[in-house]
């Protein structure tokens, strides 16, 4: 089996029977972006580009079998061993940043972060690439990151933003002429509960918050309003912990979230628009306490 790199960008892969596969190649942080069939043939070799016009080869054993076992991200196929490295690395990282362990601005070098996971470069490179196209971090000249952290504008934005979406969910549902999804009768169980039970830790109630308004968001059934509001709570996570800290804020989010279902079950659009505008701005007041504690915390780890 031989290979070619042809002046037009493109690999060929010649086999024994002189059939050619061919793909466009493009260099994507040390990553060849192409066709499985250029990645995947009888030997399972996996091809790796570490500088340009260079390709090196690596035995892969543990490949041989389906192609279909090859893990397709952001347009990059991944070994599957490679793929569940990079996502472990990610999942940890963006864990970290969420909860402000990183202050804004601290650098990421992927010498650091192989050494910090036991890995090679490839799977931190691919982690880094991840969080850097999600926004977790940037991007520097010299090839290393820094984490991005949201200032103080930036997370007044996301209330605005958030505001405006669930205070069109709301409306969504109390206009809603069909009958109640049981995930609202969830709801109304789970917040009861909470009210007239133990107390729970913060970090437990501010998850448990979360799901809250991302399920009235899927009660609307707007696939894209839920996606983007995912996104913003991911963000928020740590101010919320850091405000249900506050002394009886548990017991208000209660029962303001009740008051929520209330209305929604109602049919009242006003009241349910009022009752989710006062609890998303009672959690905005408190931001700017929040962000100081949480570089407090970034510097002090």
């Known amino acids: 089996?031989?290979?070619?790199?042809?002046?037009?960008?493109?690999?060929?892969?010649?086999?024994?029977?002189?059939?050619?596969?061919e793909a466009e190649l493009w260099q994507i942080n040390g990553r060849i972006q192409a066709q499985p069939a250029v990645l995947w043939f009888a030997h399972s070799i996996v091809l790796d580009v570490s500088t340009p016009n260079c390709i090196q080869f690596c035995r892969a054993g543990t490949l041989c079998g389906n192609p279909s076992n090859m893990t397709k991200k952001n347009g990059l196929v991944i070994p599957p061993e490679f793929s569940s490295l990079s996502a472990s690395i990610v999942t940890t990282l963006k864990d970290q940043i969420l909860h402000?362990?990183?202050?804004?601005?601290?650098?990421?070098?992927?010498?650091?972060?192989c050494t910090l996971f036991g890995v090679s470069r490839s799977p931190v490179r691919e982690a880094l690439r991840i969080l850097a196209t999600?926004?977790?971090?940037?991007?520097?000249?010299?090839?290393s990151y820094r984490v991005k952290q949201y200032n103080l504008q930036e997370i007044e934005e996301l209330y605005d933003v958030r505001l405006a979406m669930e205070l069109f969910v709301v409306e969504c549902l109390a206009k809603r002429s069909t009958p109640v999804p049981d995930d609202i009768t969830a709801l109304?169980?789970?917040?009861?509960?909470?009210?007239?039970?133990?107390?729970?830790?913060?970090?437990?109630?501010?998850?448990?918050?979360?799901?809250?308004?991302?399920?009235?968001?899927?009660?609307?059934?707007?696939?894209?309003?839920?996606?983007?509001?995912?996104e913003i709570n991911e963000r928020l996570m740590l101010f919320r912990i850091i405000d249900f800290a506050k002394t009886h804020r548990a017991a208000s989010t209660c029962h303001q979230h009740?008051?929520?279902?209330?209305?929604?079950?109602?049919?009242?659009?006003?009241?349910?628009?009022k009752a989710m505008r006062k609890n998303i701005?009672?959690?905005?007041?408190?931001?700017?306490?929040?962000?100081?504690d949480a570089l407090a915390r970034s510097y002090s780890l």
């Open 1 to 21: 089996m031989e290979l070619q790199k042809s002046s037009g960008g493109c690999l060929s892969l010649f086999d024994s029977t002189n059939k050619t596969i």
């Open 134 to 143: 999600d926004g977790f971090v940037k991007r520097m000249p010299n090839r």
């Open 258 to 273: 009740l008051d929520i279902l209330k209305y929604i079950l109602a049919k009242n659009v006003a009241g349910s628009r």
């Open 188 to 230: 109304k169980r789970t917040w009861t509960g909470l009210l007239n039970g133990s107390p729970r830790k913060d970090e437990e109630l501010a998850r448990l918050d979360a799901q809250f308004h991302e399920t009235l968001a899927q009660a609307s059934g707007n696939r894209s309003l839920l996606r983007q509001l995912r």
């Open 281 to 292: 701005e009672e959690g905005r007041n408190n931001v700017h306490l929040a962000i100081k």
């Open 100 to 113: 402000w362990q990183y202050p804004p601005e601290h650098r990421l070098t992927e010498a650091e972060l």
